[in-house]
């Protein structure tokens, strides 16, 4: 039903209603701020929001069930647009204070995508090893305050944990930095709506 909404394309209503998909891991990360902007800023627009795998995502955008969707690794189709809309940087925060790289246990791998999850593993293959593979931050974040242990997290997520003491950088580890994407159809007929929300990243005003 939400495709065919979209596809009569007709009314005024149909015109402000935004479809959005991301991969789970982004949300947190930068997706729930600009969720807000769009509420406060669009007042007119009804969210939608759906998560998908990215292979998934692609499809919902070519087919037209979602008008922007949110990935790590854009894919290069003709008929889809592809902008980058933030950079994350990534950092390895630890419950445990002073510890270098050769100390690190209960690490947590959390997905970012296939080039950064390659780089982590690559860089910490010699003397660690994943004690479990989380597709959110947030869900990282919430297990190692509880259990202990490490993971890379967005900086911008360690913030309050670091000034409470609750989480320390790891001062020793490889800084990553992961870019997201936002794609959606080239001729899509909400492009001007489109456009005006992709504006409210602070990356794509600048």
Known sequence: WQKLKQDVGVSQTNA?????????????????????KIHRNLDDVHLYTHTYSPLELRKQVISRVIDIAFLFEPPFIEDIISEKVAIVPLQLVSTEKGISTTEIKNMIMVDYGESVNSQILRDFSDNTQMRHNMSQPRIAL?????????????KQMCFEPIRKGTLHPVEDAPEY????????????????????????????RH
Do not use: H, T
């Not at 492009?191 to 990243?201: G, K, S, V």
């Open 177 to 204: 930095k992961r870019d997201i994407y936002a794609i959606y159809l080239a001729k899509s007929n909400k492009a001007d709506l489109i456009q005006d929300a992709l504006m409210l990243f602070p990356y794509v």
């Open 142 to 154: 919430n297990f190692i305050l509880e259990a202990s242990g490490c993971a890379y997290l967005p």
């Open 16 to 36: 402000y209603q935004l479809f959005v998909g991301s991969m789970m891991s982004i949300w947190d990360i930068v997706l729930q701020d600009w969720l807000q």
